[in-house]
């Protein structure tokens, strides 16, 4: 049973110039549950896109031996043909198919000019026991939670004969029950000779269910590390995956006296736009002062990003109730370019859905959310538009060759710099930063921070919502924390921490299970 | 170094060449007709019926352009607006004897709120354009064949004499005979004041850019630019003053052209229309009303398919209970042979009278060669993918080098 089912080796992958992947390694033995770690951005996905297909053989450097046999996978196809299947972070299931259709999606029983839908959901119910989800084969998937879908999605890869199984964050969206009836069935599915390679920020589930970790960082394999190793501790993982540079990540904090307050949210409650019953953001009330930088940290599904747009202007959710004040003044924003008028700005989490125009250049981009600056009467100065997106790439230090260059050209930092500079270009009092360092590397991630200092010291106010627990640590005055709806706790710089923040959000966890 | 100047010319030459592929598929296709019709296709008669033929395409295709830039949306109504308003102005001319520019006026806004009763469903209301505009091309069909009883209402030029004469006039003309050539002074002196306009607009243009550290094309390119648009300009204008002179509708599609390329080029809801097309969610989180410029588009729309109405029925001297049919489609197509993009977001105006000249040659070239009607269609048909095709290998090919 010591073999290796799968070794990459000195796997090499530059994305326009930037290297994702520098000589990577990965050797996995069959049967176990083999765990990798790394920061965002460390190169994790790169390199299961790598493995799966996604990135075709012949767009990278190194070589994949796959039960001792070199393959060259050329998609997703080629690599599931040989019974490796990639269960990606965003589902990937059509909502309006039932369980059955979706899991034999591509893979349909019966011939391909009569599908027999009797043995379809046959076989589906046949594998949904397997993964012990307690559901009919003929319910949509729409009408089922993350966590049963997730699992659904792992019935689906055991329809396909699975060899190797790869889940890429699989609890990231999940409570604490779903996440622990994952790993349980993951070990199941071991004792069935399933290999795994699970991809996971999250320590304690590792150590939970894994037999090996290797960490990634910055495109490099740090170590891997056997269970049976003394080094497997929860501390060796961390310090392999922050590395040493995690003292300078952040610019140097310089302590703050923020100022009155200028955004006030009070019982803010925003219900689901489909599913009008459901509130996603619940009585929840937060204050931004001037000067000051505010974090507020979740899981996602928190319903963070949908407090933050449904503030500016009404751009998210049903049913909006509550109270929203801007320097004091009660306000009713109801469109986005009230909010904008009012000296909000909302820089998305989503800059290649709702931020950018990715074929439009940098200089179109920059003055879009505040047109008027760089119009008269409603005609277009060009060559103040290019001057002025001119001074912000500068000012951000954007690479690109000219603003005249279209946006899709850049990279993810540079990318996520033009929306930051289209946002103070609309010269706002309040920014909204919604994971603005997401998927970008540490370099941008550094200059990304030092314009959030600017704009503090310009007398901005500036709320930051982030998954990454250190970064909000590293940047924020105060942080709030949301869990499920609603804020759970709040805690000024000096107290915070990450321990505290997870207790925060499983001590409320704990607390809504216990009453309903 | 004069070799060296020379060679850099031939590439920025290269280049614009590059940019402007359906321009020089236009020109390659105006010089086959010419072979292939021996000549004819460029005698100063065919010239101007080539421009009469061709103008209300020319301006369906800027409204459909409009349509077009929101995201692909097209508006399959406008053969039928078209239809409906030629028949309420002919009535309106001929039964009312209502005063011309009153019925001119009425037209256009009967058709602004027909195209704004489109875009209130797609903006508002969300249901796909697509659908909407089939809605609309079989209700005012239907309705202007209940109005005109299915039959044509002549519009002739000896009743109406006025409402003709604006669309289907000519600038009065003075003859001139030089070195044996018979020609109109008035058209000529329109036409060399058009160019200089627009030489010294484009040499101002690249010097003020220079002048703030803007990068602008080189001296010979600009040069080689002004000389070539001055040279197109001038021979038309020859060859239509050898005729009748100066149409009047070349000023309207003028000032129709130059309005809504500067509109889409230079002004903020212009560049809103790209935004939305682009990527609405972006516009929207960005503050723009995405569903005001998608309900302008449309009414917009409407207004363009009333002049062309008019120029219809002055051209035809007549409202059919045919007309329009079909005109959807050559809009659509001059739009997408001109570069537009069929998701929305790219296109010019220039891009939509190159693919509308394309069409309008086509069509032309064809029947002075005696081509059968059916045929024709054929042509057309594999004509549009042809040009699409080339376009889009073409872009393909610029990106990956």
Same mark, same amino acid.
């Given at each position: 049973?010591?073999?290796?089912?799968?070794?990459?080796?000195?796997?090499?992958?530059?994305?326009?110039?930037?290297?994702?992947?520098?000589?990577?390694?990965?050797?996995?033995?069959?049967?176990?549950?083999?765990?990798?770690?790394?920061?965002?951005?460390?190169?994790?996905?790169?390199?299961?896109?790598?493995?799966?297909?996604?990135?075709?053989?012949?767009?990278?450097?190194?070589?994949?031996?796959?039960?001792?046999?070199?393959?060259?996978?050329?998609?997703?196809?080629?690599?599931?043909?040989?019974?490796?299947?990639?269960?990606?972070?965003?589902?990937?299931?059509?909502?309006?198919?039932?369980?059955?259709?979706?899991?034999?999606?591509?893979?349909?029983?019966?011939?391909?000019?009569?599908?027999?839908?009797?043995?379809?959901?046959?076989?589906?119910?046949?594998?949904?026991?397997?993964?012990?989800?307690?559901?009919?084969?003929?319910?949509?998937?729409?009408?089922?939670?993350?966590?049963?879908?997730?699992?659904?999605?792992?019935?689906?890869?055991?329809?396909?004969?699975?060899?190797?199984?790869?889940?890429?964050?699989?609890?990231?969206?999940?409570?604490?029950?779903?996440?622990?009836?994952?790993?349980?069935?993951?070990?199941?599915?071991?004792?069935?000779?399933?290999?795994?390679?699970?991809?996971?920020?999250?320590?304690?589930?590792?150590?939970?269910?894994?037999?090996?970790?290797?960490?990634?960082?910055?495109?490099?394999?740090?170590?891997?590390?056997?269970?049976?190793?003394?080094?497997?501790?929860?501390?060796?993982?961390?310090?392999?995956?922050?590395?040493?540079?995690?003292?300078?990540?952040?610019?140097?904090?310089?302590?703050?006296?923020?100022?009155?307050?200028?955004?006030?949210?009070?019982?803010?409650?925003?219900?689901?736009?489909?599913?009008?019953?459901?509130?996603?953001?619940?009585?929840?009330?937060?204050?931004?002062?001037?000067?000051?930088?505010?974090?507020?940290?979740?899981?996602?599904?928190?319903?963070?990003?949908?407090?933050?747009?449904?503030? %500016?202007?009404?751009?998210?959710?049903?049913?909006?109730?509550?109270?929203?004040?801007?320097?004091?003044?009660?306000?009713?924003?109801?469109?986005?370019?009230?909010?904008?008028?009012?000296?909000?700005?909302?820089?998305?989490?989503?800059?290649?859905?709702?931020?950018?125009?990715?074929?439009?250049?940098?200089?179109?981009?920059?003055?879009?959310?505040?047109?008027?600056?760089?119009?008269?009467?409603?005609?277009?100065?060009?060559?103040?538009?290019?001057?002025?997106?001119?001074?912000?790439?500068?000012?951000?230090?954007?690479?690109?060759?000219?603003?005249?260059?279209?946006?899709?050209?850049?990279?993810?930092?540079?990318?996520?710099?033009?929306?930051?500079?289209?946002?103070? %270009?609309?010269?706002?009092?309040?920014?909204?930063?919604?994971?603005?360092?997401?998927?970008?590397?540490?370099?941008?991630?550094?200059?990304?921070?030092?314009?959030?200092?600017?704009?503090?010291?310009?007398?901005?106010?500036?709320?930051?919502?982030?998954?990454?627990?250190?970064?909000?640590?590293?940047?924020?005055?105060?942080?709030?924390?949301?869990?499920?709806?609603?804020?759970?706790?709040?805690?000024?710089?000096?107290?915070?921490?990450?321990?505290?923040?997870?207790?925060?959000?499983?001590?409320?966890?704990?607390?809504?299970?216990?009453?309903? | 170094?004069?070799?060296?100047?020379?060679?850099?010319?031939?590439?920025?030459?290269?280049?614009?060449?590059?940019?402007?592929?359906?321009?020089?598929?236009?020109?390659?296709?105006?010089?086959?007709?010419?072979?292939?019709?021996?000549?004819?296709?460029?005698?100063?008669?065919?010239?101007?019926?080539?421009?009469?033929?061709?103008?209300?395409?020319?301006?369906?295709?800027?409204?459909?352009?409009?349509?077009?830039?929101?995201?692909?949306?097209?508006?399959?109504?406008?053969?039928?607006?078209?239809?409906?308003?030629?028949?309420?102005?002919?009535?309106?001319?001929?039964?009312?004897?209502?005063?011309?520019?009153?019925?001119?006026?009425?037209?256009?806004?009967?058709?602004?709120?027909?195209?704004?009763?489109?875009? %209130?469903?797609?903006?508002?209301?969300?249901?796909?354009?697509?659908?909407?505009?089939?809605?609309?091309?079989?209700?005012?069909?239907?309705?202007?064949?209940?109005?005109?009883?299915?039959?044509?209402?002549?519009?002739?030029?000896?009743?109406?004499?006025?409402?003709?004469?604006?669309?289907?006039?000519?600038?009065?003309?003075?003859?001139?005979?030089?070195?044996?050539?018979?020609?109109?002074?008035?058209?000529?002196?329109?036409?060399?004041?058009?160019?200089?306009?627009?030489?010294?607009?484009?040499?101002?243009?690249?010097?003020?850019?220079?002048?703030?550290?803007?990068?602008?094309?080189?001296?010979?390119?600009?040069?080689?630019?002004?000389?070539?648009?001055?040279?197109?300009?001038?021979?038309?204008?020859?060859?239509?003053?050898?005729?009748?002179?100066?149409?009047?509708?070349?000023?309207?599609?003028?000032?129709?052209?130059?309005?809504?390329?500067? %509109?889409?080029?230079?002004?903020?809801?212009?560049?809103?229309?790209?935004?939305?097309?682009?990527?609405?969610?972006?516009?929207?989180?960005?503050?723009?009303?995405?569903?005001?410029?998608?309900?302008?588009?449309?009414?917009?729309?409407?207004?363009?398919?009333?002049?062309?109405?008019?120029?219809?029925?002055?051209?035809?001297?007549?409202?059919?209970?045919?007309?329009?049919?079909?005109?959807?489609?050559?809009?659509?197509?001059?739009?997408?042979?001109?570069?537009?993009?069929?998701?929305?977001?790219?296109?010019?105006?220039?891009?939509?009278?190159?693919?509308?000249?394309?069409?309008?040659?086509?069509?032309?070239?064809?029947?002075?060669?005696?081509?059968?009607?059916?045929?024709?269609?054929?042509?057309?048909?594999?004509?549009?993918?042809?040009?699409?095709?080339?376009?889009?290998?073409?872009?393909?090919?610029?990106?990956?080098?």
């Amino acid at each position: 049973m010591d073999k290796f089912l799968l070794e990459m080796k000195n796997i090499i992958k530059e994305f326009s110039g930037v290297r994702a992947l520098d000589n990577v390694s990965l050797s996995v033995k069959e049967g176990e549950i083999h765990a990798l770690c790394g920061e965002n951005g460390a190169g994790k996905s790169t390199l299961m896109n790598v493995l799966s297909g996604v990135i075709p053989h012949g767009e990278y450097e190194g070589e994949i031996l796959f039960d001792g046999n070199p393959v060259s996978f050329k998609n997703i196809r080629d690599s599931e043909k040989q019974g490796i299947v990639i269960i990606h972070q965003e589902l990937a299931m059509i909502p309006y198919f039932s369980i059955a259709e979706n899991m034999f999606l591509g893979n349909e029983r019966g011939t391909k000019f009569n599908i027999d839908w009797d043995k379809t959901n046959k076989d589906a119910a046949d594998k949904l026991k397997v993964v012990g989800l307690n559901e009919s084969p003929y319910t949509l998937v729409k009408d089922i939670g993350v966590g049963k879908q997730q699992l659904c999605e792992i019935a689906k890869a055991l329809s396909k004969e699975v060899r190797l199984l790869i889940l890429d964050e699989p609890t990231a969206s999940l409570n604490e029950n779903d996440s622990r009836n994952l790993l349980d069935l993951l070990l199941s599915l071991k004792k069935q000779g399933v290999t795994s390679i699970i991809i996971s920020h999250k320590i304690n589930e590792l150590s939970y269910v894994a037999d090996v970790v290797t960490v990634i960082r910055d495109g490099c394999t740090i170590e891997t590390i056997r269970k049976d190793s003394p080094d497997f501790n929860e501390d060796r993982i961390i310090k392999d995956m922050v590395g040493r540079e995690l003292k300078n990540r952040y610019p140097l904090y310089e302590a703050r006296t923020p100022g009155e307050p200028v955004l006030e949210l009070i019982d803010w409650t925003v219900h689901h736009p489909l599913y009008r019953e459901r509130k996603v953001v619940d009585n929840a009330s937060i204050t931004v002062r001037r000067g000051e930088v505010v974090g507020i940290a979740g899981l996602i599904g928190a319903g963070r990003t949908e407090l933050a747009m449904s503030a %500016f202007g009404k751009s998210y959710g049903a049913g909006i109730t509550g109270t929203i004040k801007i320097s004091g003044a009660v306000k009713k924003l109801n469109t986005v370019s009230e909010a904008i008028d009012s000296g909000l700005a909302y820089v998305t989490e989503d800059r290649k859905g709702n931020g950018l125009i990715l074929s439009e250049s940098i200089a179109v981009n920059t003055t879009m959310a505040k047109m008027s600056k760089v119009s008269h009467r409603g005609v277009i100065d060009k060559d103040k538009e290019l001057e002025v997106a001119e001074t912000y790439r500068k000012l951000l230090r954007t690479k690109a060759n000219s603003v005249s260059e279209p946006v899709v050209s850049l990279s993810g930092g540079n990318q996520q710099k033009v929306l930051l500079s289209k946002w103070m %270009f609309a010269d706002p009092d309040i920014l909204i930063l919604d994971e603005p360092t997401r998927g970008i590397d540490v370099g941008a991630k550094y200059e990304i921070y030092l314009s959030i200092n600017e704009l503090i010291k310009d007398g901005k106010s500036v709320l930051i919502i982030s998954s990454d627990m250190s970064e909000l640590l590293g940047v924020a005055d105060r942080i709030y924390v949301m869990n499920a709806g609603r804020i759970v706790g709040e805690l000024p710089r000096k107290e915070a921490t990450q321990e505290k923040i997870m207790a925060m959000i499983i001590k409320s966890d704990s607390e809504k299970s216990s009453t309903t | 170094m004069d070799k060296h100047r020379l060679g850099n010319a031939l590439t920025n030459v290269g280049n614009m060449a590059k940019r402007n592929t359906m321009l020089i598929v236009l020109a390659l296709v105006i010089i086959f007709f010419t072979i292939g019709t021996g000549g004819i296709l460029l005698n100063p008669g065919n010239i101007t019926s080539l421009i009469m033929q061709t103008s209300y395409v020319i301006v369906l295709a800027v409204g459909m352009l409009m349509c077009i830039l929101t995201g692909g949306n097209i508006d399959l109504s406008v053969g039928s607006v078209l239809a409906l308003v030629s028949v309420i102005a002919a009535k309106l001319l001929v039964e009312a004897h209502m005063n011309v520019f009153l019925v001119i006026i009425i037209s256009l806004i009967i058709g602004g709120l027909i195209g704004a009763f489109h875009g %209130f469903w797609i903006a508002y209301i969300r249901i796909p354009a697509f659908i909407v505009t089939l809605a609309g091309m079989m209700l005012w069909r239907g309705l202007q064949l209940v109005i005109s009883d299915a039959k044509a209402i002549p519009v002739t030029s000896d009743k109406n004499p006025l409402f003709t004469s604006i669309f289907n006039s000519f600038i009065p003309n003075i003859k001139l005979t030089l070195f044996g050539v018979t020609f109109d002074i008035v058209c000529m002196i329109l036409s060399v004041l058009a160019t200089a306009a627009i030489v010294i607009l484009m040499t101002r243009s690249r010097k003020t850019r220079k002048s703030k550290g803007f990068e602008v094309p080189s001296r010979a390119a600009h040069i080689f630019k002004c000389v070539l648009i001055s040279a197109v300009i001038l021979f038309f204008t020859f060859l239509l003053s050898e005729d009748r002179g100066f149409p009047f509708m070349l000023i309207i599609l003028a000032v129709i052209l130059v309005g809504y390329s500067y %509109f889409t080029s230079k002004t903020v809801p212009g560049r809103y229309l790209y935004a939305v097309g682009s990527n609405e969610k972006a516009a929207k989180m960005s503050g723009v009303d995405t569903n005001k410029i998608l309900f302008g588009a449309y009414t917009n729309m409407g207004v363009l398919s009333a002049v062309a109405a008019l120029i219809c029925v002055a051209r035809f001297a007549s409202a059919q209970p045919t007309a329009g049919e079909g005109y959807e489609m050559d809009a659509i197509a001059s739009c997408f042979i001109g570069g537009a993009s069929a998701y929305g977001g790219t296109g010019t105006v220039t891009g939509a009278l190159v693919g509308a000249m394309f069409m309008g040659v086509l069509n032309n070239g064809m029947s002075m060669m005696g081509i059968d009607t059916n045929a024709q269609r054929v042509v057309k048909g594999i004509v549009l993918l042809a040009a699409v095709l080339f376009d889009i290998l073409s872009q393909k090919r610029r990106k990956t080098t």
